[in-house]
């Protein structure tokens, strides 16, 4: 999507959407990384120059993968498992099942659901297929850096998460603060955002049509 989209994207689902992320950045929640990732589909057969391409398009890999890159419950379920493997590497949560244990604790000590991991999935300017971006806290106990954290996810995430395009995991450091940014200059926010921002852009795509804030792939304590 374009920034113009961005700023003009005035849907009252966006709106909601924004204002309930932005509560949890005002509560305390500071995410510190962005990441990007796309998923494994046809497209990266035709990435460059690849001869393989057009006879791989005749098989039902084909067919399967485009209609799942599409599938917003597909993409989700990707997520989720991506999302698990985050969490049993960097946050201590070595499965679904201490999450839900984690979260029912909380709630029996009566704390509100607090975010740990926020999912968002776009399908970005060309509307061909959906990509994710995720918004984590600082991994406790590591000295990580917004490139550090890019090598370890790359070279960890792909051998054991098979939906990962080839075309890599990206990571952008998140300055800390709740104060909105309003996109007045936007050269640069995207590589050095703050976490309102970051909100407020990742809901760009919302509408009553697609929602792109994903509670089932995010994961609350």
């Given at each position: 999507?374009s920034y113009?989209?961005?700023q003009t994207?005035?849907?009252?689902?966006r709106q909601a959407?924004?204002?309930?992320l932005q509560s949890?950045?005002?509560?305390?929640?500071?995410?510190r990384?962005?990441?990007?990732l796309?998923y494994r589909?046809?497209?990266?057969?035709?990435?460059?120059?690849n001869?393989a391409?057009?006879?791989w398009?005749?098989?039902?890999?084909?067919?399967y993968?485009?209609?799942r890159?599409?599938d917003y419950?597909?993409?989700?379920?990707d997520a989720?498992?991506?999302?698990?493997?985050l969490?049993?590497r960097?946050?201590?949560?070595p499965?679904?099942?201490?999450?839900r244990?984690?979260a029912?604790?909380?709630r029996?000590?009566?704390?509100?659901p607090q975010p740990l991991?926020?999912?968002f999935?776009?399908?970005?300017?060309?509307?061909t297929q959906?990509?994710?971006?995720?918004l984590l806290?600082?991994?406790?106990?590591?000295?990580?850096?917004?490139?550090?954290?890019?090598?370890d996810?790359n070279?960890?995430?792909?051998a054991r998460?098979?939906c990962l395009?080839w075309?890599g995991?990206?990571?952008?450091?998140?300055?800390?603060?709740?104060?909105?940014?309003?996109?007045?200059?936007?050269?640069?926010?995207?590589?050095?955002p703050t976490?309102?921002?970051?909100?407020d852009?990742?809901t760009?795509?919302?509408?009553?049509?697609?929602?792109?804030f994903?509670p089932?792939?995010?994961?609350f304590t």
């Amino acid at each position: 999507m374009s920034y113009r989209f961005h700023q003009t994207n005035t849907s009252p689902q966006r709106q909601a959407t924004r204002d309930y992320l932005q509560s949890y950045l005002v509560d305390g929640y500071q995410p510190r990384y962005l990441v990007t990732l796309h998923y494994r589909s046809p497209a990266d057969a035709n990435w460059g120059s690849n001869p393989a391409a057009s006879t791989w398009q005749q098989t039902p890999a084909y067919n399967y993968y485009t209609r799942r890159r599409n599938d917003y419950d597909a993409v989700s379920q990707d997520a989720t498992h991506l999302r698990n493997l985050l969490l049993a590497r960097y946050y201590h949560v070595p499965t679904p099942r201490h999450l839900r244990r984690l979260a029912s604790r909380n709630r029996a000590a009566g704390h509100p659901p607090q975010p740990l991991v926020l999912v968002f999935h776009e399908l970005g300017s060309l509307r061909t297929q959906y990509h994710s971006h995720l918004l984590l806290p600082h991994p406790p106990g590591t000295d990580h850096t917004a490139g550090s954290l890019t090598r370890d996810l790359n070279h960890h995430l792909p051998a054991r998460a098979k939906c990962l395009s080839w075309r890599g995991i990206h990571v952008r450091g998140i300055a800390g603060g709740t104060a909105a940014c309003t996109a007045a200059d936007l050269v640069g926010v995207l590589e050095h955002p703050t976490a309102a921002f970051s909100v407020d852009y990742l809901t760009k795509e919302t509408t009553g049509q697609h929602f792109s804030f994903d509670p089932v792939a995010s994961a609350f304590t």
